[in-house]
C-alpha cells in the first residue's frame, strides 16, 4: 500500500464550487505538505503543518485553506474555485528530524476547474 | 529573480551521459535535492547533497556541488530509455520550515 495517498486522483468542477483535496499518510511523519504544479512552473508550496496545531501559509496560500484534522490527514479546500486553480496538486510529509528531511510525495490530484 | 533555475529540456540518446544543471540563491541552504518525475506519477527523491560536500556520487548519478557559484549538476551515466522524466532541482527554504523550494524541473528526453 501507497505511503501517501490522495483522493480524489482526478477532479473536475465547476467555478464557484467548494472542493476539498484530501491526503493521508500512513508514514508517521508530522510535517505535511501541500504544493500544485503548473506546467513550466514546477511546483510551488501552498501551505505547510508541522504537527496538528502548526499550519503555515506557504508562497500561494490566496484562494485555498487547509485542515490538519490527525497527524495522518491533511485536506486542502478551495472555498470558491477558479479556473485558474486547475493544477496538479501534490501532497508531501516528511520526518522533520535532523538530516535531509526527505520528503515523501502522494501521486497527486490532477483537478479541472471549468 | 527566481530561487532555483534550470534549463527546461535536455535531449540525449541512449548510452550517452546526460548533464542536468540547476542554479540556487539562497546561500543558506543545507540541503540540495534533485527529484525525478516520471509521466503520471509524483516525486520521487533521486539523491541529495549536503551543502558542506562538493560531489556525490551514486551508482549512475553523479551531483556536483559549486557554492560559490551557487551552481548545481545532476549527471547520469550510461542514460538509458526509462531515464525519461522531468527532473527537479530543489532547495530547502529555512524561512518556510524546511519546505522545498523548486526549479521548474527539466524534461530529460532518452532517444533510442
Known amino acids: 500500500d501507497a505511503d501517501v495517498t490522495q483522493t480524489p486522483r482526478n477532479r473536475i468542477t465547476k467555478t464557484g464550487k467548494r472542493i476539498m483535496l484530501e491526503c493521508s499518510q500512513t508514514?508517521?511523519?508530522?510535517?505535511m505538505y501541500w504544493y500544485r504544479q503548473d506546467p513550466g512552473l514546477g511546483l510551488r508550496l501552498i501551505y505547510y503543518?508541522?504537527?496538528?496545531?502548526?499550519?503555515n501559509k506557504g508562497e500561494i496560500s490566496d484562494g485555498y485553506s487547509v485542515s490538519r484534522q490527525a497527524q495522518a490527514k491533511f485536506s486542502l479546500s478551495l472555498e470558491s474555485a477558479i479556473p485558474n486553480q486547475t493544477a496538479l496538486y501534490f501532497c508531501?510529509?516528511?520526518?522533520?528530524?535532523?538530516?535531509?528531511?526527505?520528503?515523501?510525495f502522494g501521486p497527486g490530484t490532477r483537478l479541472t476547474v471549468l | 529573480g527566481e530561487d532555483v533555475e534550470q534549463s527546461l529540456f535536455l535531449s540525449v540518446r541512449e548510452g550517452d551521459s546526460s548533464v542536468i544543471n540547476c542554479t540556487y540563491t539562497?546561500?543558506?541552504?543545507?540541503?540540495l535535492y534533485w527529484y525525478k518525475q516520471e509521466p503520471g506519477a509524483g516525486l520521487q527523491l533521486l539523491t541529495y547533497?549536503?551543502?558542506?560536500?562538493d560531489m556525490k556520487q551514486d551508482q549512475r548519478l553523479t551531483v556536483l556541488l559549486n557554492k560559490k557559484d551557487k551552481h548545481l549538476s545532476l549527471r547520469i551515466a550510461d542514460t538509458q530509455t526509462g531515464d525519461s522524466a522531468i527532473y527537479f532541482c530543489?532547495?530547502?527554504?529555512?524561512?518556510?520550515?524546511?519546505?522545498?523550494?523548486f526549479g521548474k524541473g527539466t524534461t530529460l528526453s532518452v532517444s533510442s
Open positions: 539562497d546561500s543558506s541552504s543545507t540541503y
Open positions: 503543518s508541522f504537527d496538528v496545531k502548526d499550519i
Open positions: 508514514k508517521g511523519h508530522d510535517r
Open positions: 530543489a532547495e530547502v527554504k529555512e524561512q518556510a520550515g524546511t519546505a522545498l523550494i
Open positions: 508531501a510529509t516528511s520526518e522533520g528530524t535532523s538530516g535531509s528531511d526527505e520528503q515523501f
Open positions: 547533497i549536503f551543502s558542506n560536500m
